[in-house]
Nanobody
Framework: QVQLVESGGGLVQAGDSLRLSCAASGRTINFNAMGWFRQAPGKQREFVATTTGNGGSTYAADSVKDRFTISRDGATNTVYLQMNRLKPEDTAVYYC????????????????WGQGTQVTVSS
């Protein structure tokens, strides 16, 4: 059994920063890809960023690429999302996702999911 556990969410003001963490535990798996998605109320889950190959390659959505940075600690199977200059439209539940083989920007590219952590940005 593989578990992904997110942490670091919270309530912040516009312009603030937050750092999300996602730690994998349970059955040891070498994930090729670990990434982040988010889902705002009434909206579909959308891609935020992903990293492959122990952090050697990263890709982020256009809406966040100038403000968010994804990184990864391969030794601990932990992925981070540094979010700077947060905006109210970044308010969502942020989900960690992982896949042993594939990577991509669509939800079906990922096999394992965390329970999510709430990020709320007030104006």
């Amino acid at each position: 059994q593989v578990q992904l556990v997110e942490s670091g969410g919270g309530l912040v003001q516009a312009g603030d920063s937050l750092r999300l963490s996602c730690a994998a535990s349970g059955r040891t798996i070498n994930f090729n890809a670990m990434g982040w998605f988010r889902q705002a109320p009434g909206k579909q889950r959308e891609f935020v960023a992903t990293t492959t190959g122990n952090g050697g390659s990263t890709y982020a959505a256009d809406s966040v690429k100038d403000r968010f940075t994804i990184s990864r600690d391969g030794a601990t199977n932990t992925v981070y999302l540094q979010m700077n200059r947060l905006k109210p439209e970044d308010t969502a539940v942020y989900y960690c996702a992982a896949n042993p083989f594939y990577s991509g920007a669509l939800t079906y590219h990922y096999q394992y999911w965390g329970q999510g952590t709430q990020v709320t940005v007030s104006s």
